[in-house]
């Protein structure tokens, strides 16, 4: 059974890059799915990446393509969200989450979550 903690969250400026960091224990994440969601005030909590264990491949909603960057260190059984190029809009709590099954469909296993404030 895999833990999730994220963390590299904070306050930044509308422009600024923050890298939020999603670190296992109990498990390797090697073989799983793991996405990013996050959930902004008074909003449903919605999936923002994902980076699948078959091939690598990852995909994004549009409103962070271009912007976001997912990665994983699997020396560090680490899973990475590089965020560039932030936006107010941005602001949320961000979480990390894993699928044993690797298809990135039903997550088992969820962090508790980071703040992320983007203001002036």
């Known amino acids: 059974q895999a833990q999730l903690v994220e963390s590299g969250g904070g306050l930044v400026q509308p422009g600024g890059s923050l890298r939020l960091s999603c670190a296992a224990s109990?498990?390797?994440?090697?073989?799983?799915?793991i996405g990013w969601f996050r959930q902004a005030p008074g909003s449903q909590r919605e999936g923002i990446s994902c980076?699948?264990?078959?091939?690598?491949?990852?995909s994004y909603v549009p409103s962070v393509k271009g912007r976001f960057t997912i990665s994983r260190d699997n020396a560090q059984n680490t899973v990475f969200l590089q965020m560039n190029s932030l936006k107010p809009d941005d602001t949320a709590v961000y979480y990390c989450?894993?699928?044993?099954?690797?298809?990135?469909?039903?997550?088992?296993?969820w962090g508790q979550g980071t703040q992320v404030t983007v203001s002036s």
């Open positions: 980076l699948s264990p078959f091939d690598g491949s990852t």
């Open positions: 109990g498990s390797d994440l090697d073989g799983y799915a």
């Open positions: 989450a894993a699928d044993p099954r690797g298809w990135g469909i039903t997550y088992d296993y």
